[in-house]
């Protein structure tokens, strides 16, 4: 079985730019979610995405946003681009029974990342 | 707000040494618990999981985790470690009420010398 996939693998952009990043799940996954990862805060939350809606969102600004496609296909796009948002951008999959219906299933399976950097 | 402590930055240890990796966190709901681990180069890998059951859990590559409720902790443990296991080590922690949003702690930098 395929893994998680993302592209492109690496960006660079200037600031005030917008970019669009991609990640396709493992085949049979419905959940999607974004985290960035920086030396300095970590592995932090973006959104997840279920069935084309968005189901969860971290604490990031409206320059952040995403969509999920019928395929469970996601995107992620980043608005008015600033030094601060180069990061190692990570997609995970998961089956994503909803809360409550069973936990068997809702571990989570990383693609290899986007590396983000803005100048 | 959650939050996830590791509380060892880097850990130096030599082949054949015993590693344990303390993770807690700070909600006090139902929880899912993982470890991951992302090796020099490579993506976050799932190491080991904790829904329900047992509290010992034992994951790839001959790691194991304890779930000790009334510590809300998760410790990660091996008992033999290689060269190989070198890498960076995440704790994350998923509560139910939040659907699959992860929060990891900030990671423990392991190096392991031969």
């Known amino acids: 079985k395929a893994g998680v996939t993302q592209t492109p693998r690496y960006l660079i952009k200037t600031r005030g730019q917008q970019v669009t990043l991609s990640c396709s799940p493992i085949s049979g996954h419905r959940s999607v979610s974004w985290y960035q990862q920086t030396p300095g805060q970590g592995l932090q939350f973006l959104f997840e995405y279920f069935s084309e809606t968005q189901r969860n969102k971290g604490n990031f600004p409206g320059r952040f946003s995403g969509r999920q496609f019928s395929n469970s296909r996601s995107e992620m796009n980043v608005s008015t681009l600033e030094l601060g948002d180069s990061a190692l951008y990570l997609c995970a999959s998961s089956l994503g029974r909803l809360a409550g219906l069973g936990r068997v299933g809702n571990e989570q399976f990383f693609g290899p990342g986007t590396r983000l950097t803005v100048l | 707000a959650q939050s996830v402590s590791q509380h060892n930055h880097h850990v130096i240890l030599s082949e054949a040494a015993s590693l344990e990796l303390g993770c807690n966190y700070s909600y006090g709901g139902t929880v899912n618990l993982f470890w991951y681990v992302q090796y020099p180069g490579q993506h976050l890998q799932l190491l080991l999981k904790?829904?329900?059951?047992?509290?010992l859990v034992k994951g790839i590559k001959g790691f194991e985790a304890e779930f000790i409720k009334s510590k809300f902790s998760f410790n990660l443990r091996k008992p033999s470690v290689q060269w190989s296991d070198t890498a960076e080590y995440f704790c994350a922690v998923n509560k139910l009420a939040a659907g699959n949003k992860l929060t990891f702690g900030g990671g423990t930098r392991v190096l392991v010398k031969p």
């Open positions: 904790y829904f329900s059951g047992d509290p």
